[in-house]
Nanobody, 129 residues
Framework: QVQLVESGGGSVQPGGSLTLSCRAS????????IGWFRQAPGKEREGVSS????????YYRDSVKGRFTISRDNAKNTVYLQMSNLRPEDTAVYYC??????????????????????WGQGTQVTVSS
């Protein structure tokens, strides 16, 4: 059974840090394109970051560049999202998602929600003073 489980969310003050984890079971994460998405109340789900299957190239939305880092630990079958210098606008439910092969246009398409087949249940991140 394919399953993704996120953890690591919580409440932090602006400027704080959190590291989210996405652990896979039933498949090997290293064989998949992995994305982190988030959804704030009343807003559409949006792509935050992704890591490619082919060569672990990473992608980020502009607003998190320099603050967030995505990485894999193949031994633990886990993908991480390290978040620093958090802002109130980062508040959302964060989801990880996987797709075995999005294709050569992955660098352009990585942020599209509908391209991912498997999703975790989400973890809440709240940034507030």
């Amino acid at each position: 059974q394919v399953q993704l489980v996120e953890s690591g969310g919580g409440s932090v003050q602006p400027g704080g840090s959190l590291t989210l984890s996405c652990r896979a079971s039933g498949f090997t994460l290293d064989d998949y394109e992995i994305g982190w998405f988030r959804q704030a109340p009343g807003k559409e789900r949006e792509g935050v970051s992704s890591i490619s299957r082919a060569d672990d190239t990473t992608y980020y939305r502009d607003s998190v560049k320099g603050r967030f880092t995505i990485s894999r630990d193949n031994a633990k079958n886990t993908v991480y999202l390290q978040m620093s210098n958090l802002r109130p606008e980062d508040t959302a439910v964060y989801y990880c998602a996987a797709n075995q092969f999005i294709g050569p246009n992955f660098p352009v398409l990585w942020h599209i929600v509908d391209l991912y087949d498997y999703w975790g249940q989400g973890t809440q991140v709240t940034v507030s003073s």
